[in-house]
């Protein structure tokens, strides 16, 4: 079974607009922690925020948020006022203590930011 | 400075070859983590080591081998290449094991068995 599931291959979004990529995963663990990753078209894996199971706030990182709905089982991540530099891959991830803290990734979303 | 380096950049070697992709980390983490990402994008964990002991092996072949001389370096060996190895590996680094704690990663080796 998928323990993290992107439903969207593709996303396009106007620039200047907020664009929202889904994802939910799949756990049986109280502790856990979420992640994203943005891939551009480089390749190299960058960091963007993160989400621990037990914080009761939202995690921001300057346009980047994390809407966590934990009842729901979903980790949205928002961009808000898109720029062209935002156009790449992005990975959801999760981080569960057992199997020795495994990150599993989610299969990833396309951006695509129109000018 | 670079935080976590692997060389070669990119590999193009014949079937049934062995190659060696190594990776260095200069930020003081006790976590590597070798990955694989295929064709499709799909990203996958192959090994991870804290302080030089292996943590995870996934189903891996076990022409791949792993290495960790020190905490700073963690090299992947692949014995006997096949089609199927060929991929992007990345290699990447963590401080530790808490969830809490971010995954730095390497360029990643383009990795291209013909």
């Known amino acids: 079974a998928q323990k993290i599931t992107q439903t969207q291959p593709g996303m396009f979004v106007q620039e200047k607009e907020a664009v929202t990529l889904d994802c939910t995963y799949d756990t049986s663990d109280q502790s856990y922690g979420l992640f994203w990753y943005k891939q551009p078209s480089s390749g190299e894996m960058i960091f963007l925020i993160y989400q621990g199971s037990y914080d009761e706030q939202n995690a921001t990182e300057g346009r980047y948020s994390l809407n966590f709905q934990k009842a729901r089982k979903s980790a949205n991540l928002v961009i808000s006022a898109s720029q062209l530099g935002d156009s790449a891959m992005y990975f959801c991830?999760?981080?569960?203590?057992?199997?020795?803290?495994?990150?599993?990734f989610g299969a990833g979303t396309r951006l695509f930011v129109k000018a | 400075d670079t935080a976590v380096s692997q060389t070669p950049k990119y590999l193009v070697t014949q079937m049934g070859n062995d190659k060696s992709i190594k990776c260095e980390q200069n930020l003081g983490h006790d976590t590597m983590y070798w990955y694989k990402q295929d064709s499709k994008k799909f990203l996958k964990i192959m090994f991870s080591?804290?302080?030089?002991?292996?943590?995870i092996n996934e189903t891996v072949p076990n022409r791949f081998s792993p290495k960790s001389p020190d905490k700073a370096h963690l090299n992947l060996h692949i014995n006997s290449l096949e089609l199927g190895d060929s991929a992007v590996y990345f290699c990447?680094?963590?401080?530790?094991?808490?969830?809490?704690?971010?995954?730095?990663f390497g360029p990643g080796t383009r990795l291209t068995v013909l």
């Open positions: 991830a999760m981080r569960e203590p057992r199997e020795g803290f495994k990150t599993i």
């Open positions: 990447a680094s963590s401080d530790g094991l808490a969830l809490v704690d971010e995954q730095f």
């Open positions: 080591y804290n302080n030089k002991e292996l943590i």
